[in-house]
Structure formats: C-alpha cells, structure tokens
C-alpha cells in the first residue's frame, strides 16, 4: 500500500514537471490538491521531493517570461544529467518540438547544450544561479512553512549522508 | 555555510532529488496498450501526454511495452513507405532485366536462335487465343443465357430443373405455358428467358429504352391482340412475348384475354422518367 503511494505521488509530480518542461502553466494549489495528502506522513526524500517542486512551480507562476525560460533550460539540464555524469565532449542539439521527459533521461546534457536548445546566450551562467538562489529560498520558505522547521538542518543532514 | 557552499549543497540536493524521483519502482499500472496506441499515433491531450511520460519512466514493465509498439510501429510505417515509393527509371529496368533471366532460365538450352523462335511461338499462341475467346462470346451469341441448364435452379430444390432447350420459334399458346412451368422460380429467370429468346429470335428489342421496374397499364379492346397491344403500347408487334411475360396469368393457354381486360405493360424510359419527376413535384 505504502509502495502505491509512493509510485502515485512520484508519477503525479513527474507529471507537473513535465508540463513545466513544456511551458504550461501550473497551480501550485493544484499540487496541493493532488500530492501533499500523499507526502504529509512520508519520508524525507518525499517531502523534499514535493516541496522542489511546488516551489518550482510557484517560481513559473509569479516569474518573469525570462524566469519561466531559465526553469525550462534548467529541468532539461537537470534531468538529462539524472542518473549519469554531467559533461560529455560532443555538443548535441536538442529538438524542442514534442520534447517528452522521458527523451530527455540521461541525455547529459551540458548547460550549454539545453541553453542553446532555447537560443539563449550558452556562456551566461548567471541566470543559472540566479534561479537556484530564487528555488533554495523558496524551497526554504515553504519547507518551514509546511513542516515547521528550517530546511537548512535538512539540507545539512542530506550532505553529511553523502559525504 | 557561506553562500557559495549552500549554493553547492542545494543543487547536489536538487540532483539528488530529482534521480531519487526517476528511479524504477513497482506499482500499480492502470494504462493499456489503447493508451500506448494512442499516444505513439499522437492522439493523447498534452496533459495525458505528461502523466503517461511520467508512469513510463517509473515502470519499466510500461516502458518495455510502449518501446515494443514504437518499434513495430516504426517498422511497419517504413515498410509501407518502401511499398508506397515509385521505383525509378533504373530499378525498373533492372526488374524487367530480372524476369527475362526467369523466363530465359525455363527454356531449353541451346542456340539463342531456339529460345527466339519458342518465344515467337508462345507469343503466336497467345495472340491467337486473345482474338478466338472475345469473338466466341458476341452478343450475336447471346442465347447461353436460356439454354445453360443449370441457371434454372429453383429455390431450395436442384433436382427437379426444368429443360430449358432452345425453342426455335414460340406461340403464344407455348409461350404462356413455359412461364407458368416456371413459376415458383425466381422472376427474373423468366424475364431473362423472354429477352434471351427476343435477342435470339432477332427482335428489335431495344431493353434499355424500357423501365421494367415501372409498368402501366392498357385496356384491351374487341380487336386486340398480343401482337396489336405490344404494337401499340412498344411500337414493335415482334415484341408480344413481352407482353405475355407480364400478363401470363391472366390468360389460359394463351388465348388473349376479353375487352376491357387490364394488361400490364412495360413504361418506357421517357415515361419513367416524367412520372418520377411528377412525383417529386
């Protein structure tokens, strides 16, 4: 039963990231509705799991055009480099049309290559860090708000266990 | 921390996160090949779309299966492609250069002299064929229609056919007891055995002109008689078998019925044609 949940809450927020893949607009309320009865009572890899992306979303919703451009670059960045190493020699170029989540699972793709996907400038890293300042404070802020207790122990907690 | 530290440790979280979320596992798959079908023919909403991509990357079961229909559907849209495609100029040549090695590797070997003249006589053969067969079913031959036995075969019994030889020449009185010998088969048997005779026996019949399908009606009078009414309502008196197929039932052994008997007779297409369109009036 747990292992259904789990399965249904993992499949229902893969679903909302892969429509802010495409651009579509998504309500974090809606989220809510959907996976937060799932998560409320579940492990911590669950929580941190809906909290990034309900905070993902509500980035897309309140940002700018430039903001939801950068979130898009940065979902095919990060997960075309899920389950493999980033960096590869050869540039690919990535078609954009009918661009599904599952074609883009350990692609490996550099910045770069998912910047030029969307005719953005490839060197400027900035924006790239500007977006992960703008998802770590809002990541933060939900998390204290939902659970109650800061989210830096956590993150703290999850770099002691890898290192 | 410092800024730059945190920065780090939440974007290894990030990635962290985001492997755990496309990790394999189990559950409980509610999607069917339907689905798949119709998501590889592009008929699936954005948002089905979405939920279906995110079931495929947690269930390789799923995955396996939508990959398995891909690359059928794959093959077999090449392989109607290559079926649809011209070949060019070339490749036909090279195909017709192809079969003569066929039909050369089934003749005698010998001097090419003897595979030319088989191959002029088997050509010779066919052509003589092609002319014989077309002339031997003219429409001047047209009476297999009411001599071929087996034509007559009546509903639900093949034993008990009746003889339908050629009849050089028919009275009324012979006519009329063919037909009724005849009912209980099929009516257009009849019909088709009154226009075989007409066709054999050199009537100016001309079918097409008459709308069997519409008939009228003539009232008989003192003087008239099979050959006067087809005279008058077919303009031809060779045609009287006509009207005895529509009226046979109405006579016995072939007298023509008494004045003011009402005979059915066929409309001819002008005919037809008016009444219809005063119809749709």
């Known amino acids: 039963m747990m292992v259904d949940l789990t399965a249904q809450a993992r499949e229902s927020r893969l679903a909302f990231w892969a429509a802010l893949l495409r651009g579509a607009p998504v309500d974090p309320l809606e989220i809510d509705r959907e996976i937060l009865p799932l998560v409320i009572d579940s492990s911590q890899p669950e929580r941190v799991a809906f909290i990034l992306l309900r905070a993902a979303a509500a980035i897309a919703q309140s940002g700018s055009e430039a903001t939801v451009r950068t979130l898009r670059i940065a979902i095919i960045y990060w997960f075309s480099n899920t389950s493999v190493s980033p960096g590869n020699d050869e ?8 661009l599904q989540l599952r074609d883009i699972i350990g692609l490996g793709l550099t910045w770069r290559e998912a910047a030029l996907a969307f005719g953005v400038n490839p060197r400027d890293y900035s924006a790239y860090q500007r977006l992960l300042r703008k998802l770590r404070d809002e990541c933060a ?9 800061p989210m830096e122990q956590v993150m703290e907690g999850m770099s002691v266990e890898r290192d | 921390m410092n800024e730059t530290r945190k920065q780090d440790v939440f974007e290894s979280m990030l990635f ?14 509610t999607y069917s ?12 909403s954005q948002s089905e779309e979405d939920r279906l991509s995110a079931h495929l990357l947690v269930c390789p079961s799923c995955a396996n299966e939508y990959a398995r229909l891909e690359r059928s559907l794959r093959q077999e849209e090449e392989r109607l492609l290559t079926q649809a495609r011209i070949p060019s100029l070339a490749e036909r040549a090279a195909r017709k250069k192809r079969n003569w090695r066929l039909v050369a590797s089934v003749l005698p070997v010998g001097q090419y002299g003897t595979r030319s003249l088989l191959v002029l006589v088997t050509a010779a053969l066919l052509i003589t064929l092609a002319v014989i067969i077309p002339l031997h079913y003219l429409p001047g031959r047209a009476p297999a229609i009411i001599t071929a036995d087996e034509q007559m075969v009546p509903k639900g019994d093949s034993t008990t056919a009746p ?18 010998s005849m009912a209980g088969y099929e009516p257009w048997r009849a019909t088709a055995f009154v226009i075989g005779y007409l066709r054999s026996s050199g009537a100016p019949l001309d ?24 005279q008058k309502t077919l303009g031809d008196a060779d045609l009287w078998p006509i009207i005895i197929l529509l009226n046979h039932n109405r006579t016995q052994h072939g007298e023509f019925p008494p004045a003011g008997t009402m005979l059915r007779v066929p409309a001819t297409q002008d005919e037809w044609k008016r009444s219809v369109h005063s119809r749709g009036q």
Not at chain 1, 91 to 98: F, G, I
Not at chain 1, 141 to 149: I, M, N, P, T, V
Not at chain 2, 16 to 29: A, F, I
Not at chain 2, 33 to 44: N, P, Q, R, V, Y
Request: aromatic share 10%; glycine share 6%; net charge negative.
């Open chain 1, 91 to 98: 540039e690919r170029e990535v078609d954009l049309s009918a």
């Open chain 1, 141 to 149: 802020r939900q998390w204290e708000a939902l659970f109650g207790e």
């Open chain 2, 16 to 29: 962290d996160t985001l492997s755990y979320e496309t990790t394999p596992m189990g559950g409980r798959c």
């Open chain 2, 33 to 44: 090949a339907e689905t798949f079908i119709a998501s590889l023919a592009g008929d699936l």
């Open chain 2, 163 to 180: 003889t339908t030889e050629v009849v050089a020449e028919f009275t009324p009185e012979s006519l009329v007891d063919r037909l009724d």
């Open chain 2, 207 to 230: 079918s097409a002109a008459l709308a069997f399908e519409c008939q009228t009606t003539y009232t008989a009078v003192g003087s008239d008689t099979w050959r006067t009414v087809a």
